[in-house]
């Protein structure tokens, strides 16, 4: 999925798959790992007395008590009874339901942290089930995740656009009942186009978009007022996140598998339709806007007219590549337009931003770009018979989406635990050139699976695949975690929510446009499979786009010393002007008055 990861998704993302099938968060305005990252840890391991008297323990979560007072300090891992009391204690509980249908529900099990789950798995079969190839099958999986790029939008608008006096309801309660009419399409086999599938897939996602968005901005709400609601509420939501995402691995291997892709979709629908239970009952406790307050406002673009440019430059580049694949545009053309894109917003963050932000945001950017998705090809690759694919693994349908899927969220896991630790100490530029260098290498264990020397020396494809992943995985968590470090950092004073927002969606634009970049190198290499009879030969040069994949990333680091700060990862970047995004950019020295 977030950015979030950037994402972060973000920033789910979280660095997407690249070869193996890897569930990702994907990056949100307010996260971007799927666990609590290290910032937030940071902050609760240097103020304590700011934590009702709790000593912080090194797990992400726990928190230990004090002498006397065993209640208020009862660990999630210890006593998660008393941990739950606790937070009901602080929390209203119309913020905690809040969180469990929009977090848990929609994003953790309905979509599977973002991009998988109950909608983005069965997608990949209803593709196949029609034979198309698999560089436009990853271009249409692009266009249905396009809602998560589109969120500082969906903020500007909901802020500057009441509807009926509410800003944040209205909208919720469209996009809920656009979103059900899109999945009862898809469960009920009312569109069989590969571009209304898409289509239907990108309405779905916007339901769940815009309603995390909208709880996160209450969320912070809540949590500015009092430091100590911070950390237990963010690791109740990813806590429950993950839960959400583990549980929708199953369930959605297990109805592709026994009843068809269609009655995954079925199955959500009733989780789709729950949200319009708390916006209904007013659950976020917003309160009706004065009828002089509830017409159109510019207020939010005034505070940051650059952020407002770049958010809105999103629009039409997001737009360009959704038409062209649904219309199924060559895959040069969307290649050109993707380089448009990319082109377009380097330019605006290194000219419009000043450097603290606009370095490591091009960074990631280019980072993303260069990690090529090739997910429609190694899909085939997976999962085609032995009619289809003699030599191949031919793993069920069950196998590829629970299994592979288990083994990739694990691996985040442990990534995220033990990477905290490992790279705590270290500068960013020296954490991000390790863990860069160690993903390409993960990256380059897959080959031998798709050269087949595994099977050729006695060792089972069902061994070796979970195993690539989970290292794969685990690799990505240890290269995100400077990054979601950085991104937290990279934001002005004030304008924090805004920054963040965009931030994550550009990230998760260049993960979107990786896909398209992925696609364009697979047909180039004759890597065109579609779940057809005999088509061994369209896998012959899969393990050259696999390496490439993999080297490119590496190509980076060139970059690495002038775009991103030699700074430790607890030092601030942001140290003048703390409240400018544009201070010291090149546009603003060459145009004074627009800073």
Not at 85 to 90: G, I, P, T
Request: net charge neutral.
């Amino acid at each position: 999925m977030a950015s979030s990861a950037a994402e972060a998704r973000d920033l789910s993302a979280l660095g997407k798959r690249t070869g193996v099938p890897v569930p990702v968060t994907v990056i949100s305005s307010s996260e971007t790992t799927p666990l609590v990252h290290k910032g937030t840890q940071d902050r609760r391991n240097s103020a304590e007395d700011q934590f009702g008297g709790h000593a912080v323990c090194p797990d992400a979560g726990r928190m230990c008590p004090t002498p006397g007072d065993p209640k208020k300090g009862a660990s999630l891992l210890c006593d998660p009874c008393g941990w739950c009391q606790n937070l009901c204690d602080k929390h209203s509980w119309q913020l905690l339901g809040s969180t469990v249908v929009t977090h848990h529900l929609l994003k953790g099990f309905v979509a599977g942290g973002g991009d998988e789950g109950l909608l983005g798995k069965p997608v990949e079969f209803l593709l196949r089930a029609q034979n198309v190839p698999a560089a436009r099958l990853q271009a249409l999986q692009a266009v249905g995740t396009a809602p998560w790029v589109l969120k500082p939008i969906i903020g500007y608008l909901s802020d500057s656009m009441p509807l009926c006096g509410y800003k944040k309801a209205p909208y919720a309660i469209i996009t809920t009942l656009i979103a059900i009419v899109a999945v009862a399409c898809l469960g009920f086999q009312m569109v069989q186009h590969p571009s209304l599938i898409a289509l239907c897939l990108f309405f779905a996602y916007l339901q769940i978009a815009a309603a995390t968005l909208f709880v996160d901005a209450k969320q912070s709400e809540a949590t500015k007022g009092n430091a100590d609601l911070g950390p237990e509420y963010i690791t109740f939501t990813m806590v429950g996140m993950n839960v959400g995402m583990f549980a929708s691995l199953v369930i959605a291997g297990t109805l592709i598998t026994y009843a068809g892709p269609h009655s995954a979709y079925l199955f959500a629908l009733p989780f789709v339709a729950l949200l319009l239970l708390p916006v209904c009952c007013n659950w976020l406790q917003e309160v009706k806007l004065a009828p002089d307050q509830s017409g159109f406002s510019l207020a939010a673009a005034r505070r940051s007219p650059c952020v407002l440019t770049l958010s809105l430059i999103l629009v039409p580049l997001v737009s360009a590549l959704a038409i062209g694949s649904m219309m199924d545009f060559p895959s040069h053309i969307l290649l050109y337009i993707s380089l448009i894109a990319s082109v377009m917003m380097l330019l605006g963050y290194l000219l419009l931003v000043r450097f603290e932000i606009g370095g490591p945001v091009a960074f990631s950017f280019g980072l993303r770009l260069a990690n090529l998705h090739i997910d429609g090809a190694m899909f085939y690759f997976y999962t085609n018979t032995a009619e289809q694919y003699p030599a191949g693994p031919h793993f069920s349908p069950f196998f590829y989406v629970s299994c592979l899927g288990a083994c990739a969220i694990s691996g985040l896991i442990v990534g995220f635990i033990s990477g905290n630790g490992m790279f705590k100490e270290m500068s960013y530029r020296r954490s991000m050139f390790i863990t860069i260098l160690l993903r390409s290498c993960t990256q380059l264990t897959l080959i031998p699976l798709l050269l087949r020397w595994n099977v050729a020396y006695g060792v089972p494809d069902a061994f070796y695949a979970p195993l690539v992943t989970f290292f794969d995985t685990m690799t990505c968590a240890w290269r995100q975690i400077p990054m979601s470090v950085l991104f937290l950092q990279a934001t002005p004073l004030g304008l924090e929510s805004s920054m963040s927002a965009l931030n994550a969606g550009t990230s998760n634009l260049g993960i979107m446009i990786s896909f398209f970049l992925g696609g364009f190198a697979l047909v180039m290499m004759g890597v065109e499979p579609a779940g057809n009879p005999g088509e061994s030969g369209e896998f012959a040069n899969l393990w050259k786009v696999q390496a490439m994949a993999a080297l490119l990333p590496v190509l980076t680091l060139v970059f690495l010393p002038f775009l991103i700060p030699s700074a430790t990862q607890t030092e601030q970047l942001i140290v003048e002007n703390k409240e400018s995004t544009t201070h010291n950019a090149p546009f603003t020295r060459l145009f004074p008055r627009w800073a």
